[in-house]
């Protein structure tokens, strides 16, 4: 799944405006996590990532141009949090 999830968001970054909206499942979720860090293929497949139910992360740039996930698990728009 990691490679079809990775040729999804080729397309994706090449056909839509620089922020978008991903609504997903935790598999999908981490696949999405290892094509935007661009792990290497040896170590793809050892790494997940665990996303929480309702939770956002934010996939961006720092300053240096290096890909970072940020606000990971952040739950902090849902009621009581």
Request: hydrophobic share 45%.
């Amino acid at each position: 799944m990691t490679d079809w999830v990775a040729q999804c968001m080729d397309r994706l970054a090449i056909e839509s405006m620089p922020t978008a909206i991903i609504v997903t499942h935790e598999c999908v979720a981490s696949a999405i996590g290892k094509w935007r860090l661009r792990l290497p293929e040896a170590i793809r497949y050892g790494i997940e990532f665990e996303f929480r139910p309702w939770s956002v992360a934010e996939l961006t740039e720092n300053e240096w141009g290096k890909r970072v996930m940020f606000r990971l698990n952040d739950t902090a728009h849902l009621p009581g949090a």
